[in-house]
C-alpha cells in the first residue's frame, strides 16, 4: 500500500481518474472493434448482391470511365 501513500491525501481521486480513463479506453476499442466487424459484414452483404464499390474502379485503373476535365468534356 506504498502506491497509496504516495499519492497524498487524493490517492482516492487519482485511482478513481486512472481507472475511469482506462474504461473509457477499453470501451472505445471494444466499440471500434464491433464497428468495424459491423462494416465489414455489411461490406460482404452489399458485394454478394452485386454492389460494388467505386474506389475498387479506380484502383482497376481499367480506364472504363471518362476522366472530366475542367471544361467537363470527356478524354
Known amino acids: 500500500m506504498t502506491v497509496l501513500s504516495d499519492l497524498g491525501p487524493h490517492a482516492g481521486f487519482i485511482l478513481a481518474c486512472y481507472a475511469i480513463t482506462l474504461a473509457t479506453v477499453a470501451g472505445l476499442f471494444l466499440w471500434l472493434r464491433s464497428d468495424r466487424a459491423r462494416l465489414v459484414a455489411a461490406?460482404?452483404?452489399?458485394?454478394a448482391q452485386g454492389v460494388r464499390r467505386r474506389s475498387g474502379q479506380a484502383a482497376a485503373g481499367d480506364g472504363t470511365e471518362p476522366r472530366k476535365?475542367?471544361?467537363g468534356a470527356g478524354r
Request: aromatic residues 0%; glycine residues 0%.
Open 69 to 71: 476535365t475542367a471544361t
Open 43 to 47: 461490406l460482404a452483404r452489399l458485394e
